[in-house]
């Protein structure tokens, strides 16, 4: 060890000295921060906000899932962070003494035994074995694995309702769908008739049965909706339920009051009434209008030309099997795509129209954004979600009422 060496574990030494002794000489406690608890306080503030913005028609429900999704991903990833205990000081100033002699000591023979003081000069094979650290941003690999030790945590924590609800929805934003009903299952199991878990669950079924709302997810939505009427959510799975039931006049019912109780003239309401003007017509002779009932609100007619080729010096980088997506987003808020069609690298160069027919959810449409976001992407996985190696390549506003086609050109390489 060199004198350097030396001199530095002085220093600290008596750096540390400096700020442990004088607060127990003056017998003040001093306590650590509890991140844990800021930053769940900080995740239910923004959820009431959302929850307020739903039930107001600011959010739609599937903005609102989204939202609520990627709010829960953050915070789990950071409860994966190791919680600061609690210190306080020990009353009585006659620790300071031998903590004057025993912190040296303490620090001394520990580094003796764990330390690694040759790093101070070290050798080529130390330096060979260095990895230098990385700014990338975490892979689907990495969250697979945050969501594999959070199903471990659960396993040993069964009756941790909250964790749960926290799994199931990890799951679904993984599109692992039967996973997060089963989590779902679980936190409806220990909470009861809960209705955001009733709701979460009931989705979660849907998806796992390709979409489809009968059986149990119709079971938990009306079992909601005998509690609350008025409940946006349920109305609109309780339509859909019915719709796809083939009880097309009772779905006119639930998504007529679920038009009547969205903000007038909102983009939530537009869009509902879209899809209730297209299930009454399913109905021979039409839905009898019930006084009060909402008029319907025309939607837009849009379609979004768009010429889409491969950069010549990114050619080598891709096959021709592999799967081309080419979507709209908005400028803010979620990155679902408003609309979204699937094609492959040899079908390149290509011209596509977007249109609402091709929208992943009726509360996110292509018509309801006046300016979106277009790009163009090849997927090496054929994964919906982007992951590094994908090619890119974007138009970053386009006016989806302006009729003149927009050109990408697949340019860039995700890292």
């Known amino acids: 060890m060199t004198l350097l060496f030396w001199l530095c574990a002085s220093v600290l030494v008596l750096t540390a000295l400096a700020l442990i002794v004088p607060p127990l000489w003056r017998q003040r406690a001093v306590a650590t921060a509890d991140m844990d608890g800021r930053n769940i306080a900080i995740a239910k503030t923004r959820l009431a906000e959302m929850q307020e ?16 999704t990627e709010l829960e991903q953050a915070l789990s990833d950071d409860l994966d962070i190791a919680r600061q205990q609690d210190a306080t000081a020990t009353q009585g100033r006659w620790l300071v003494y031998p903590l004057v002699v025993i912190l040296p000591l303490l620090a001394v023979s520990l580094y003796a035994g764990l330390g690694t003081y040759q790093a101070l000069e070290p050798t080529a094979e130390m330096l060979a074995t260095t990895t230098p650290a990385t700014n990338a941003p975490p892979t689907i690999e990495a969250i697979n694995k945050m969501v594999e030790k959070l199903a471990e945590r659960m396993k040993t924590d069964p009756n941790n309702a909250e964790g749960w609800v926290m799994l199931g929805k990890s799951y679904k934003y993984l599109q692992q769908f039967p996973k997060a009903a089963e989590a779902f299952g679980q936190a409806y199991k220990l909470l009861g ?49 019915k719709a796809q039931a083939g009880e097309a006049v009772e779905g006119v019912k639930l998504w007529r009051k679920l038009v009547a109780l969205l903000p007038a003239g909102s983009q939530a309401q537009q869009e509902t ?19 009060g009932a909402t008029q319907p609100v025309a939607a837009p007619a849009v379609s979004v030309d768009i010429q889409v080729r491969l950069a010549d010096e990114l050619q080598t980088l891709a096959a021709p099997d592999d799967t081309v997506f080419i979507y709209a987003q908005a400028l803010s808020g979620p990155k679902m795509p408003l609309a979204i069609v699937r094609k492959h690298v040899s079908d390149l160069p290509i011209t596509v129209s977007l249109t609402d027919a091709q929208a992943m959810t009726p509360a996110m449409k292509l018509s309801a954004f006046p300016t979106v976001k277009l790009l163009a992407r090849v997927s090496k996985s054929g994964n919906a979600m982007t992951a590094p190696g994908d090619l890119l390549g974007v138009v970053e506003q386009a006016a989806t009422a302006d009729k003149q086609s927009h050109t990408i050109i697949i340019n860039a390489q995700v890292k």
């Open 193 to 241: 008739d809960n209705t955001e878990v009733v709701l979460l669950y009931a989705d979660a079924l849907a998806f796992a049965n390709n979409e489809q709302m009968a059986g149990k997810p119709a079971e938990l939505v009306f079992k909601v909706l005998a509690k609350e009427p008025d409940n946006i959510t349920a109305l609109w799975y309780g339509g859909m339920a």
């Open 53 to 68: 913005q739903l039930q107001a028609g600011l959010l739609s429900p599937a903005q609102y899932a989204e939202q609520r």
């Open 273 to 291: 009434q879209t899809l209730l003007t297209k299930l009454e017509a399913t109905v021979p002779g039409g839905v009898p209008k019930e006084a």
